[in-house]
């Protein structure tokens, strides 16, 4: 478990850009901690399913469970801890939350878990500092975007993506052109093969950014791209002024949330949490689910005889696949934002939805409601029950092993300026919502 960012997060934006009191920032998620709120069908299910895990952890079991089973769909949650430690954080600020009572009560959780307890001491939490880390943008078509740097991987990948399939006629294609969708695959895998190798912190490798987003790095990596033809295999390229690394970024488990934000002032909000798994540790403090993102970093150091740059070091944060990210138009005004949960597939929700939007044409809610498309080693995973299932044969026929999947779960939100003002979109895969106010 690694120590939870969002509170310093949240007070570091605050301080920035915040109009309402700090306290008023809490009053909502207390009244749901305080009143409950309805289990919804799609919970229900990933309760029942999580519920075997849960014998001996009574902490968990009493926010989650009711008369000795697992709550199901229409039955409330009600969890008066956390509404407790919202309000001490509300009163007192984020200090009340990385030390004293809370602090407390997290280190003891973790480090007298009854399985794989380890140290997190009070003074690994009063350390703690949420960082301020310089966006990554790039411009697409006639498009800035703009995103987050390392050590989110995010960014930079569906950045890679976009700017391999650039120099295509995407637009012309459109969405039922079963070469559309090759050659974003083929733009998907070589991008994720240098995110495999590249990405890490910042603060601790030497991440080519710069490099990976060269326009002439991207012209020669997208040359390899056929539009008749898959290729044989997917390495990692050499951009300008990378370190010697070997590819090993561990698996993203989901347990990710994503919310997208528009005011009459003009402010725009991507954001993106995790607790990593479902239910993240499954361990329990102060009425907080705790997470366990520290599995996004790879155990090895070394492979193949180079430094990995994800690898375990005190301090370091782990790569992660979260992609927020703001469009801003030829007049340089945000007009589109997006982002997603769903582990590794963060990136091409994104970048789908992205071209979706961009390329063709489709609004918010049709560009996060069109197939989404993956990758299993070689092979092309499909969404069932798209239109795009129906074309796997054809997509096969660029020489590459396709397989029709649910791509579970996938949980995109976008928001998009129009002519009558914002609108925001929610995933119909979902329990995902637009609201205005």
Not at 175 to 185: G, R, S, T, V
Not at 289 to 301: G, H, K, Q, S, Y
């Amino acid at each position: 478990m690694g120590v939870p960012g969002n509170i310093a997060l949240a007070a570091k934006a605050h301080a920035k850009w915040g109009r309402l009191g700090w306290s008023r920032l809490f009053q909502p998620a207390i009244s749901l901690a305080e009143k409950g709120y309805v289990v919804s069908p799609r919970l229900a299910g990933v309760i029942a399913q999580m519920a075997p895990l849960w014998q001996d952890m009574p902490a968990i079991q009493s926010i989650y469970f009711q008369d000795g089973r697992p709550k199901q769909a229409g039955e409330v949650i009600r969890n008066p801890a956390l509404a407790a430690t919202l309000k001490r954080v509300a009163r007192r600020g984020p200090k009340a939350f990385y030390t004293g009572q809370i602090a407390q009560q997290i280190s003891e959780a973790v480090s007298k878990a009854p399985k794989n307890a380890a140290p997190l001491t009070l003074a690994d939490l009063a350390a703690y500092q949420a960082k301020d880390r310089p966006a990554v943008c790039v411009h697409y078509r006639i498009y800035k975007l703009c995103g987050m740097g390392p050590p989110s991987s995010g960014a930079t990948t569906v950045f890679q993506i976009l700017g391999l399939v650039e120099r295509f006629d995407l637009k012309a294609l459109g969405p039922e052109d079963p070469k559309a969708w090759h050659l974003i695959a083929e733009a998907m895998l070589l991008a994720y093969a240098d995110r495999e190798t590249y990405l890490g912190d910042a603060d601790f490798v030497d991440v080519p950014v710069a490099g990976l987003l060269d326009k002439a790095y991207l012209a020669n990596r997208s040359a390899l791209i056929s539009q008749t033809t898959s290729l044989p295999r997917y390495d990692a390229g050499v951009p300008p002024k990378a370190p010697v690394r070997t590819s090993a970024i561990s698996g993203e488990v989901q347990g990710t949330t994503h919310f997208v934000a528009a005011d009459r002032f003009g402010n725009v909000a991507s954001m993106t949490s995790t607790v990593e798994g479902p239910f993240g540790s499954q361990l329990v403090a102060a009425g907080m689910v705790l997470n366990n993102e520290l599995t996004d970093f790879t155990f090895a150091p070394v492979r193949d005889g180079a430094p990995v740059a994800n690898r375990v070091q005190a301090g370091k944060r782990p790569v992660s696949s979260m992609s927020p990210t703001i469009v801003y138009g030829p007049d340089d005004k945000p007009i589109f934002i997006v982002g997603a949960a769903g582990g590794k597939r963060i990136i091409m929700q994104v970048a789908k939805t992205l071209i979706a939007h961009l390329d063709w044409g489709l609004s918010a809610q049709a560009a996060i409601a069109a197939p989404n498309i993956f990758f299993a080693g070689d092979t092309i995973l499909v969404e069932s029950g798209t239109p795009l299932a129906a074309k796997a044969e054809a997509l096969a026929g660029f020489g590459r092993a396709v397989t029709v999947n649910p791509i579970s779960p996938s949980k995109a939100n976008a928001a998009e300026l129009t002519p009558t003002g914002w609108v925001g979109a929610a995933d119909p895969r979902s329990d995902g919502v637009g609201l205005s106010e």
